[in-house]
């Protein structure tokens, strides 16, 4: 009954095994899920107020397929703030959240048969979506010493005449590293030279970073020559916390932005209404509650990162931005554990859940065996119990 699309489509194995570890805290188990993509904190009570007084107050009705006009207007200043641009907000399109963004700049860009270049580490639903839109994924693999980070050279040496778009994602999930404007501008150099080339600059991550200037290194703040082909996404999702309100974004070309926005009319009609009331909140008075936030972010990231470099042949780099940590744990792969062996940063996630019920996602979903993503939004007792119960595991891996 099935198309081959929908038989070969795998499920998010981040919600598969945050699915997993939910069964087993329903049967009592005390599970620590450190697989999570989302803060463990609440939506700002500033944010949630506007969303049920919007309620309240009969915001319950389509909008524009493409957001509310108040709303793309502060998305565009923030942005132009943000980079140095001047969109307007005829340049935005909301729709329900930067996933459905990311799908939609698909659809729209990809002919069958394009490749788009996803340098992995990745996050885990890129090469999907780019096969969903009948594109050709190419992950170019970066390495430990470039800090799994696109090269120069590497890009140079994936671009050919398919070459259709790049996907950027700074501070990057899963890894937590970031690019710099040096980094960004050594890039562009190759972008320039390949002017057909759509650079989709993934940033749902670009506030929550711990570089002091509260914003990552952008593409196009190094190099503005590149905006008739970048196309920004956003989302209010991890920086305001807002996972379950669905309000994502993308700002670009115009162009692309009807496209998007006329697919988006075509399938989910629009976000949210009074998710994209409250969104508009957090944009133009949310930096308080997220200054706040951020900082127990830090403490937190240098709490783990400090404990998880404790921990005997583990070694991580420190993230810079994110929620996650990225420890290399390929010392202990090929060695067995209750007479199994761990072939796989998946075998070792499995026999970690099983052993010690903590959650963490494998590597190898993310395009890099070897290595483990470790989401650190949960709060320091919790995590240094986790800590405690890796070390557990590991003692027994022979
Ligand atoms: C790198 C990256 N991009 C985009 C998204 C999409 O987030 P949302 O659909 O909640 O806005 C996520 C969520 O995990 C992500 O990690």
């Not at 803060?39 to 319950?60: H, L, N, Y």
């Not at 562009?188 to 200037?213: A, C, M, Q, T």
């Not at 008075?285 to 990231?301: I, P, Q, V």
């Not at 209750?338 to 590597?363: I, Y």
Request: proline residues 6%; hydrophobic residues 40%; charged residues 25%.
């Amino acid at each position: 009954m099935l198309s081959e699309r929908a038989k070969s489509l795998k499920p998010s194995p981040t919600l598969a095994l945050a699915a997993k570890a939910k069964e087993l805290k329903a049967e009592g188990k005390d599970v620590i899920s450190l697989s999570v993509g989302e803060p463990d904190w609440d939506t700002f009570q500033s944010i949630k107020r506007v969303g049920i007084e919007a309620i309240e107050s009969g915001c319950t009705k389509y909008s524009p397929a493409n957001g509310l006009p108040e709303l793309r207007s502060a998305i565009a200043k923030q942005t132009n703030s943000d980079f140095g641009m001047d969109y307007n907000p005829n340049d935005v399109t909301v729709t329900t959240g930067g996933k459905f963004v990311i799908f939609s700049a698909l659809q729209v860009l990809c002919n069958p048969q394009d490749e788009v270049i996803i340098p992995a580490p990745y996050w885990v639903s890129y090469p999907t979506m780019v096969e969903l839109a009948d594109g050709l994924p190419r992950v170019v693999l970066c390495d430990k010493a470039s800090g799994f980070k696109l090269t120069p050279k590497l890009l140079r040496e994936n671009i050919n005449e398919k070459t259709k778009i790049l996907i950027l994602n700074s501070p990057s999930n899963p890894t937590g590293c970031m690019y710099t404007e040096a980094e960004l501008k050594a890039l562009s150099e190759v972008l320039l030279e390949h002017p057909k080339i759509v650079i989709l600059s993934d940033d749902i991550y670009n506030r929550l970073v711990f570089n002091g200037e509260g914003l990552a290194p952008h593409i196009l703040k190094v190099e503005p020559r590149l905006k008739d082909r970048t196309l920004v996404l956003n989302g209010a999702s991890k920086t305001y916390s807002m996972t379950g309100w669905r309000v994502g974004w993308a700002v670009g070309p115009n162009e692309i932005i009807s496209a998007m926005t006329k697919f988006q009319s075509q399938s989910v009609s629009c976000a949210c209404t009074f998710s994209q009331k409250a969104t508009l909140q957090a944009i133009e008075n949310g930096t308080k509650e997220l200054e706040e936030a951020k900082r127990l972010l830090k403490f937190r990231r240098d709490f783990v990162y400090e404990q998880i470099n404790t921990l005997p042949n583990i070694k991580s780099a420190e993230p810079e931005g994110a929620f996650y940590v990225w420890p290399d744990i390929s010392f202990y792969l090929g060695k067995q554990f209750k007479g199994k062996k761990l072939k796989t940063s998946r075998d070792f996630c499995q026999a970690l859940l099983e052993d010690q019920m903590v959650a963490a996602v494998p590597g190898i979903e993310f395009g890099l065996d070897g290595y483990l993503r470790i989401s650190y939004a949960l709060n320091e007792d919790r995590m240094s119990e986790a800590i405690k119960r890796i070390e557990c595991f590991i003692e027994k891996i022979q």
